[in-house]
């Protein structure tokens, strides 16, 4: 049998994709393979052989080729065509000299063309064969064998290839695309429906015109220069007060931001507890206190079996480790209590050295916190004498800014007045309209009511005739039927089977499973009894242990608060040095709070006087005849919080004046 060069492919590369190399060898797997095809040629047997044989030899080198064309450019090509591309690759790599360009151009024109182009056209590529391949093939064979067996013969027959390659593209470019088969289109025919009636298209409303708004004046957008230079100024203050306070920070010691709250704060706080409390009252002629009997027993707490064996092992686990240690002293064991008094005595020595250390270093802290106290309450001072004089001259510019407002609004009035009378006349004209408008729309609404009810009526009338013919239907299904079946309940269900029995038998054994589970339960009852009595002779034992020991600990407590109760009283008085800084403080304290009222003082008389000379001359523009001039009409009345809205410059300058009602 004569197989084309596209079956031979074929074959080959089933040959190939069939092959495992762990189960079968070569001449196995090929003996095998060719018994399930059908009488091959010789020739064609010994291409098929040969091909197979040389790709398995030289699989190192030809998966080279093919796993960079796969990476590279064959990114889209399927795997499964991968065995046709081995065999294509073996041809050229090793046998291209010996079948010749014809036959080679045969085998490779049997195939997709698109797809041998591409392979075609990176394999030959002479700058790829040069490096990268030759270094792959070089790791896997010597290099020797490289040169004369794959290299110069695929070099020197690389002309062919190309011609093949430059004919196989020229066809690609001269095939024309194939031809589509036209398909008759479908003609669609109208569906034989029942025409819907007309609908009946409602008047369109009339879509409401909206009104005209004035627009915002370009000026609440416009920051003013004034506020733009109270801003710099106050920020350029808090940069000169951010600077000093970290110069300060610096150069006062870490305990001086730990300080204790003033005597004054105290105060404050023990009057807000006592208020909070003072509410906790409300039922105090119902309370009844505890006797001084109840008072005075300790209550012992109540605890738990897991809290109970937890403190129990406890207190073993130290009783063993006491044991212990009376061991080792009477194997001879040195005992360290001594040491441990004497390091403990030192320790306390010097503690109360670092203490008054700390006392030392806590009361330089606090001088220094008030030397930075008195010099900022001097700086806050002149801060408020310059505020006080810009807030006189801002009250001269808002009197000034009043009387010009006076006057625009005037203005404004007479302009509203005659917008009025021009809307007003506008208003008549569309009362009119909608008037003839509404004498078409109740024609129209009289008409459509008098076809709704004739509607109505034909449908009541269909509607009592289906009720009719229902009721009919109810009449007739409403016969009862007999469907009662007498059970016998010694019977059996009669299907034959082992375990089938009667309801009366199934109901005694039912039975007779309830007193077997009643028993049951009774057993284990009994047995959980007997386990919870052992468990609570066990932890009455572990209590009476914890008791032994909480007694002895108790003790061992008293002792030690009566040594540090005596301790206290034996501790040194205080050094003269912080004796003295203390006193220094104090002084420094009183001090700076005598200046703080008399600045308090100060500044509440500046305030009344500049509240009088606002009030005379708020007096004086009233006497002027102003009054009568500022009242607009009611619909162009400005409050003061508008004003303040429109105009922030004269807000944030005037805070603290009292604008009048305009």
């Known amino acids: 049998m004569n197989l084309c060069h596209r079956d031979l492919i074929g074959v080959c590369s089933d040959l190939l994709g069939s092959y495992n190399s762990i189960i079968e060898s070569v001449d196995s797997h ?10 091959l040629d ?12 040389g790709c398995v030899r030289f699989e190192p080198i030809i998966s080279v080729v093919i796993d960079g064309f796969y990476n590279r450019d064959g990114k889209l090509v399927l795997r499964s065509e991968e065995y046709i591309y081995r065999v294509i690759a073996y041809l050229i790599l090793f046998r291209a000299e010996e079948l010749g360009a014809c036959h080679l151009k045969k085998f490779i024109v049997s195939l997709d063309l698109n797809k041998m182009y591409r392979f075609l056209n990176f394999t030959l590529d002479e700058k790829n064969i040069r490096t990268w391949m030759k270094d ?22 690389l002309p062919e290839l190309r011609k093949i390659l430059d004919s196989i593209k020229k066809r690609i470019e001269t095939a024309k695309a194939p031809k589509k088969s036209t398909i008759p289109l479908v003609e669609p025919k109208p569906f034989n429906l029942t025409q819907p009636k007309p609908i009946k298209i409602p008047v369109p409303e009339r879509i409401p015109k909206l009104k005209f708004y004035r627009p915002v004046p370009e000026t609440t957008y416009i920051e003013p220069k004034v506020d733009g230079e109270f801003l710099k100024a106050k920020e350029l203050n808090w940069k000169q007060a951010q600077k000093l306070y970290r ?54 707490v109540k605890l738990n079996a897991a809290a109970i064996l937890r403190e129990g092992k406890l207190y073993q686990r130290r009783e063993e480790e006491e044991m212990k240690r009376f061991e080792r002293l009477e194997a001879g064991y040195s005992d360290t209590t001594e040491f441990n008094d004497w390091q403990l005595r030192m320790r306390q020595v010097d503690a109360e050295k670092e203490q008054m250390e700390q006392e030392r270093r806590r009361l330089a802290g606090l001088l220094s916190k008030e030397d930075a106290i008195i010099a900022r309450q001097s700086r806050a001072q002149e801060k408020k004498d310059m505020a006080d004089i810009v807030r006189a001259q801002a009250e001269q510019h808002m009197e000034i800014f009043l009387m010009n407002r006076l006057a625009e609004e005037e203005h404004a009035r007479k302009m509203v007045e005659k917008v009025t009378v021009v809307h007003e006349n506008a208003r008549e004209s569309k009362c009119r309209l909608q008037q003839y408008k509404a004498k078409i729309v109740q024609s129209m609404m009289e008409e459509s009511r008098e076809l709704m009810r004739q509607a109505l009526e034909e449908a009541e009338i269909v509607m009592r005739q289906k009720m009719e013919l229902i009721n009919q239907i109810k009449e007739m299904e409403s016969g009862r039927v007999q469907r009662q079946k007498m059970v016998d309940l010694t019977e059996s269900s009669g299907c034959g089977l082992l375990c089938e029995m009667s309801i009366a038998e199934l109901r005694e054994r039912l039975q007779i499973l309830k007193m077997e589970e009643v028993e049951e339960e009774e057993n284990r009852r009994n047995e959980i009894f007997n386990n919870k009595q052992v468990k609570e002779q066990m932890l009455l034992e572990t209590l009476e242990t914890i008791a032994r020991h909480r007694t002895e600990i108790s003790k061992a407590n008293a002792y030690r608060y009566e040594e540090q109760r005596q301790r206290a ?24 709070i005598s200046d703080r009222d008399l600045a308090k003082r100060s500044t509440s008389g500046t305030r009344a006087q500049l509240s009088r000379l606002n009030n005379a001359s708020k007096e004086k523009f009233l006497d002027d005849g102003n009054w009568d001039r500022a009242k607009p009409a009611s619909s162009t009345k400005l409050s003061a919080s508008q004003l303040c809205a429109k105009h922030p410059t004269t807000a944030s300058n005037g805070s603290r004046l009292t604008l009048l009602a305009i």
Request: glycine share 0%.
């Open 30 to 39: 090929l003996e095998t393979f060719l018994k399930t095809l059908p009488a």
């Open 569 to 592: 009283e034996r501790k040194k008085p205080k050094d003269e040095t912080l004796q003295k800084m203390e006193r220094m403080i104090e002084e420094k304290k009183a001090q700076r």
């Open 136 to 157: 792959a093939w070089n790791r896997s064979y010597d290099s020797t064998f490289v040169a004369n067996t794959v290299l110069c013969p695929l070099l020197e027959f």
């Open 247 to 300: 110069e300060a920070n610096k150069q006062s010691p870490s305990c001086a931001t730990k300080t204790d709250k003033s005597e004054q704060t105290k105060q404050r706080m023990r009057e807000y507890a006592d208020i909070e409390n003072s509410k906790l009252n409300f039922n105090q002629k119902h309370y009844n206190p505890p006797s001084a009997s109840l008072l005075a027993e300790v209550i012992p």
């Open 42 to 53: 010789e020739n064609d047997g010994t291409f098929v052989e040969e091909v197979f044989s």
